[in-house]
């Protein structure tokens, strides 16, 4: 009787155990790949940015501005020819990579983009989701920590395919930076106002 007890105890231990693995081995097949390191370059890594005839300033509808710095990769990704980090304002942390490839004629651009959508879905797991306008043509490929941007535009007698990869966490990080260093600024700024008129 005691024997049978214990065999009974052994074998719903090892059943639990079994759904257990089970389930572990399915939510690691279903988990998507995560950014981390991209050309070299990892995310969140401290990066003493310099001032580059190739930096790229991008100014947005709230009035402020944001710096892409040019970069010369340790690794390259196919054929892409210009590569930008995107740092934190204050402490200066990866928080996206971007690169570029400009083409001549919009069916080289188109199959280039193509080619780079098909490895992006393989090699990240995902299939991506349209997101395009009258110029562009961009897909969106969403991760656990972030997000790929593959976008075409086409120009006038030029085309330039480009991908941003953004990681979550940090670009918000990002944007708590920015504010904090808006609201000092305006502090500073505050203090040389003569108040006097103020009743």
Same mark, same amino acid.
């Given at each position: 009787?005691k @024997?049978?007890?214990i065999?009974?105890?052994? @074998? /719903?231990?090892?059943?639990?155990f079994?759904m257990?693995? *089970?389930?572990?081995?399915?939510?690691?097949?279903?988990?998507?790949p995560?950014?981390k390191?991209?050309?070299?370059?990892?995310?969140g890594?401290v990066?003493r940015?310099? %001032?580059?005839?190739?930096n790229q300033?991008?100014?947005?509808?709230s009035?402020?501005?944001?710096t892409?710095y040019?970069?010369v990769p340790?690794? #390259?990704?196919d %054929? !892409?020819? %210009?590569?930008?980090?995107?740092?934190?304002?204050? %402490?200066k942390?990866?928080? *996206? /990579? $971007?690169? @570029? +490839?400009? !083409?001549?004629? $919009?069916q080289?651009?188109?199959?280039?983009?193509? #080619?780079i959508?098909?490895?992006?879905e393989k090699h990240?797991k995902?299939?991506?989701k349209? /997101?395009? @306008?009258?110029k562009?043509?961009t897909?969106?490929?969403?991760?656990?920590n972030?997000? /790929?941007l593959?976008e075409i535009?086409?120009?006038?007698g $030029?085309c330039e395919?480009?991908?941003?990869?953004?990681?979550?966490?940090? +670009?918000? $990080?990002? &944007?708590?930076?920015?504010?904090?260093? *808006?609201?000092?600024?305006a &502090?500073k700024?505050?203090?040389?106002?003569?108040?006097s008129?103020?009743?």
């Amino acid at each position: 009787m005691k @024997t049978h007890c214990i065999f009974r105890l052994f @074998t /719903i231990a090892f059943l639990i155990f079994s759904m257990q693995s *089970a389930s572990f081995a399915a939510e690691k097949k279903q988990a998507k790949p995560e950014l981390k390191r991209v050309c070299g370059v990892e995310f969140g890594a401290v990066c003493r940015v310099v %001032n580059h005839p190739r930096n790229q300033t991008y100014r947005y509808l709230s009035g402020r501005e944001k710096t892409a710095y040019y970069f010369v990769p340790e690794k #390259k990704f196919d %054929n !892409f020819q %210009n590569y930008y980090l995107w740092v934190t304002p204050k %402490n200066k942390k990866v928080y *996206a /990579i $971007s690169m @570029t +490839a400009d !083409f001549k004629s $919009s069916q080289e651009a188109m199959g280039f983009f193509d #080619k780079i959508c098909v490895v992006l879905e393989k090699h990240y797991k995902v299939k991506p989701k349209e /997101i395009s @306008t009258m110029k562009t043509k961009t897909l969106l490929f969403k991760l656990d920590n972030g997000e /790929i941007l593959l976008e075409i535009d086409s120009g006038f007698g $030029s085309c330039e395919v480009s991908v941003k990869m953004e990681h979550t966490e940090l +670009a918000a $990080s990002c &944007e708590a930076e920015e504010k904090v260093l *808006a609201r000092e600024a305006a &502090e500073k700024a505050a203090e040389k106002v003569d108040t006097s008129a103020l009743e």
